[in-house]
């Protein structure tokens, strides 16, 4: 089992930034993808970034050059910095963490861009 817990969502105007993260516990060792997804009212949840534990990154075309992803092993979080944020980028952000065999999910955070 892994329990993820996310924190740093918010309000932020148009061309903000925000960082959000993600502290993983449980069965940590067994992790080998954690990444960002997030879902706006009425749409599906998308991948936003992912990292693997080597350290391979992977992400959406609508966020590359604005948002990165970084894992800190030692403290067992990923975060997601959100630079040049856009109304479109409005969502609740959640964080997953792929084992062998599962998938674990975050509650979500709200992460509103709005003036």
């Known amino acids: 089992q892994v329990q993820l817990v996310e924190s740093g969502g918010g309000l932020v105007q148009p061309g903000g930034s925000l960082i959000l993260s993600c502290a993983a516990s449980?069965?940590?060792?067994?992790?080998?993808?954690m990444a960002w997804y997030r879902q706006a009212p009425g749409q599906q949840r998308d991948l936003v970034a992912a990292v693997t534990n080597g350290g391979r990154t992977n992400y959406a075309d609508s966020v590359k050059g604005r948002f990165t992803i970084s894992g800190d092993n030692a403290k067992n979080t990923v975060d997601l910095q959100m630079n040049s944020l856009k109304p479109e980028d409005t969502a609740v952000y959640y964080c997953?963490?792929?084992?062998?065999?599962?998938?674990?999910w975050g509650q979500g955070t709200q992460v509103t861009v709005s003036s």
């Open positions: 449980g069965s940590i060792s067994s992790i080998y993808v």
């Open positions: 997953n963490a792929v084992v062998v065999g599962a998938t674990y």
